[in-house]
C-alpha cells in the first residue's frame, strides 16, 4: 500500500524512546524525513543514526524540555516547515488526588496538556500559511473512562481528547487535519521494567512478567509499533478526510468490565 508520503517533515516529540521512537522508524520507512525532539541527547543520537542508516532520510535532533515555553516556541520556529506534527511527550504518573501536590499536576500537565496545546498553536498557524498539514495528538485511553486512582491523568488525557476534537472540527476549513490516538498500556521499556519488578516483587521471578497481560485482550498489550502504524496511517492522504476524532487502540479494553 503506497502511503504517499515520500520526502514530507514530520516533528516528532518524545521521540527520544517507547511510542515516539518506533514513529520515528515507522515514518522513516515511508521516507519521511524528521524533526525529533526529547530532553536526551544521547537517545535522540542513536534514533537519528539508526533512522539514517536503515531508512537513508534526513534527521535533525532538537535535545528540548518540552514543558518550558521557550523551548516549545524554539522547536517549532526552528521546525515551521514541518507538514506533520507528532505530539507524544509526557507521562502522567498514577495518585489520588491526595497522593498528588498541585506542583507535581503541573509540572506534567506542562509538558504534556499545555505542551500539545502550546505545540498545536504554533505549528497550526504556520500550516494554515501554507494551507496544509497533519497534527497528531497521541493521548491515551485513560481519557475515555476516568479512574480516581489515575485522576491527574484521566483528566488531562480527557482534557485533551476534547481539544483535539474541538481543533480538528474546524481545523479542514484552513486545509489542516488534527487526529488523536488513544493507546491503552503499551509493552515499551517502562511497563516491562515495571511488570518484571512486579513479578519479582510476587514470584520472585522477573521471567513471568508476562503473567500480568493476561486479563488484557489477546493476553498481551500493544507494542509501539502498532500505535506506530496507526499514526503513520492517520498522517497519511489515505486518511485524509480523518480529522476532530480520537482513535482507540487498546484491543477494547476501554469498552470491556473490570481487567482485575
Known sequence: MELNLQNKIAVITGASEGIGRAIAHQFAREGIHLRLSARSRD???????????????NVEIYPLDLSQSADQL???????????????????PKGKIHEITEDQWRAVWDLKVFGYINLCREYYAYMKDR?????????GNGGEKPVSD??????GNAALMAFTRALGG???DDGIRVVGINPGPVSTDKLVSMMKKAAVDKWGDESRYEEFYQPFAFDRVATP??????????????????????????GGMVNKGPLF
Do not use: W
Not at 74 to 92: F, M, W
Not at 131 to 139: A, C, F, P, R
Open 43 to 57: 537517545k535522540l543520537e542513536a534514533v537519528k543514526a539508526a533512522c539514517e542508516k536503515d531508512h537513508g532520510v
Open 74 to 92: 524554539e522547536l517549532s520556529r526552528q521546525t515551521k516547515d514541518a507538514d506533520i506534527v507528532v505530539n507524544n511527550a509526557g507521562s502522567i
Open 131 to 139: 494551507g496544509d498539514g497533519v497534527i497528531v495528538n497521541i493521548i
Open 150 to 155: 489515575y485522576i491527574a491523568g484521566s483528566t
Open 170 to 172: 474546524d481545523s479542514p
Open 225 to 250: 509499533e502498532e500505535i506506530a502504524v496507526m499514526a503513520v496511517f492517520i498522517a497519511s492522504p489515505l486518511s485524509a478526510y480523518t480529522s476532530g476524532t480520537i482513535v482507540t487502540v487498546d
